[in-house]
């Protein structure tokens, strides 16, 4: 079977100022990359503007692109609409759901979403007290089953779970522990475990480190800009960096 490379980048953080400076970076990627997938933070403010900014800069790629919004994107209250420019572009956008790419007769699914943080075990938030604290767990607890939901009737060759949001603290490793729970939820990863996957990426932790790994032993990778620093990194598979 062919090894697929995956390009993947996060926070990207597109506005007005920078149109026409990211496509730049990412000319050519058909030359090292089969897909490219994009962790959110796709904007800074979450304005529509700056999602017709990243419409353009991804859009008509020679390869598919698949991404999910991150915290950022949600701030001006148009990720619906963020959502629709980006779908009408062409770029397959993930909202708790999955989707399959074939390429070269090789089935890549992708499954995930934004995510949403919690904490990790031992020093997570639990479904306990103001109905505050149980709404912020619980809206995690219901974005990890859609996941698990989305993994389990993927039926592809590979799996991938793409995310904004963290699914282990290991790729936080330089974030103040302080701000972990905002960062990312162990049950991102639980429900990863649960169906399997072969690669679990996210963003969101700009001081954080690129490598990590599920207590189910799945590898995770920190694709944030400031981490990566470069436009993407790839992928592959069976290995890591092609």
Request: proline residues 4%; aromatic residues 6%; charged residues 25%.
């Amino acid at each position: 079977m062919r090894e697929l490379r995956i390009a993947a980048v996060a926070d990207i953080h597109l506005g007005e100022d920078l149109r026409g400076h990211y496509r730049k970076k990412i000319e050519g990627i058909e030359r090292r990359a089969d897909v490219l997938l994009v962790g959110g933070d796709l904007t800074r403010h979450g304005t529509i503007a700056e999602g017709r900014v990243v419409a353009e800069e991804l859009s008509g790629l020679p390869i598919p692109v698949v991404a999910v919004l991150g915290n950022h994107d949600y701030h001006s209250d148009c990720n619906q609409e963020i959502i629709a420019l980006l779908r009408d572009a062409g770029i397959v956008v993930l909202d708790d759901e999955s989707t399959v790419v074939s390429i070269d007769g090789v089935r890549l699914g992708v499954a995930g979403g934004k995510g949403f943080g919690g904490g990790f075990a031992g020093k997570c938030a639990s479904e306990f007290g103001e109905p505050e604290t149980k709404a912020f767990v619980r809206h995690t607890k219901e974005i990890a089953e859609r996941w698990r939901r989305a993994l389990k009737d993927l039926d592809a060759d590979h799996r991938v779970v793409l995310s904004h949001y963290s699914p282990v603290k290991d790729t936080l490793m330089g974030e103040p522990p302080e701000i972990y729970p905002f960062l990312g939820s162990y049950m991102l990863a639980e429900a990863a475990d649960a169906e399997g996957a072969d690669l679990f990426i996210h963003g969101h932790a700009h001081a954080g480190t690129e490598k990590g790994v599920t207590p189910g032993g799945i590898r995770v990778r920190n694709v944030a800009l400031p981490v990566i620093k470069h436009a993407y990194t790839v992928y592959c598979l069976n290995g890591d960096h092609c």
